[in-house]
């Protein structure tokens, strides 16, 4: 586990995926299907837990300009600043399996925000950075 500091807010607009973990694929189709061709944003997957106890998922993109996401019919949400606990998937795809293990882990720091999230950051097609944030009095 390293520590990962996020310098800013992130405004985000993102496409909730219809059941976890198998709606997950189609939310990042739909949320790509909203980009245009040959965009290469960076893309975040967004999980929490639910009062019910299920996860919900959220594909999601930082906004390219203020209203974007409303221009696209989308909700938004802030990322925020930031320290994070976080680990680096180095070509996660041989193994999908290694997210969720890897949250499993950083989920066990006792110093994390209690009403945190999940968050994955894809950073090339190959790489995921998976954070989950510290308390803010951390």
């Given at each position: 586990?390293?520590?990962?500091?996020m310098e800013k807010d992130r405004t985000v607009f993102y496409v909730e995926?219809?059941?976890?973990?198998?709606?997950?694929?189609?939310?990042?189709?739909?949320?790509?299907?909203?980009?245009?061709?040959?965009?290469?944003?960076?893309?975040?997957?967004?999980?929490?837990?639910?009062?019910?106890?299920?996860?919900?998922?959220?594909?999601?993109?930082?906004?390219?300009?203020?209203?974007?996401?409303?221009?696209?019919?989308?909700?938004?949400?802030?990322?925020?600043?930031?320290?994070?606990?976080?680990?680096?998937?180095?070509?996660?795809?041989?193994?999908?399996?290694?997210?969720?293990?890897?949250?499993?882990?950083?989920?066990?720091?006792?110093?994390?925000d209690p009403n945190g999230y999940c968050l994955e950051i894809y950073q090339?097609?190959?790489?995921?950075?998976?954070?989950?944030?510290?308390?803010?009095?951390?």
């Open positions: 586990m390293e520590k990962y500091i995926a219809s059941s976890f973990p198998e709606g997950v694929g189609g939310a990042y189709m739909k949320l790509h299907a909203l980009l245009p061709a040959g965009n290469q944003r960076t893309t975040y997957g967004i999980s929490h837990m639910n009062d019910k106890g299920q996860i919900v998922y959220k594909a999601a993109v930082e906004e390219s300009f203020p209203g974007e996401a409303a221009q696209l019919g989308c909700k938004t949400m802030v990322i925020r600043k930031g320290i994070y606990a976080s680990e680096l998937l180095v070509d996660w795809k041989k193994d999908e399996t290694i997210i969720g293990r890897t949250f499993q882990t950083l989920l066990q720091h006792p110093d994390l090339s097609g190959k790489d995921v950075l998976c954070l989950v944030p510290f308390s803010e009095e951390k």
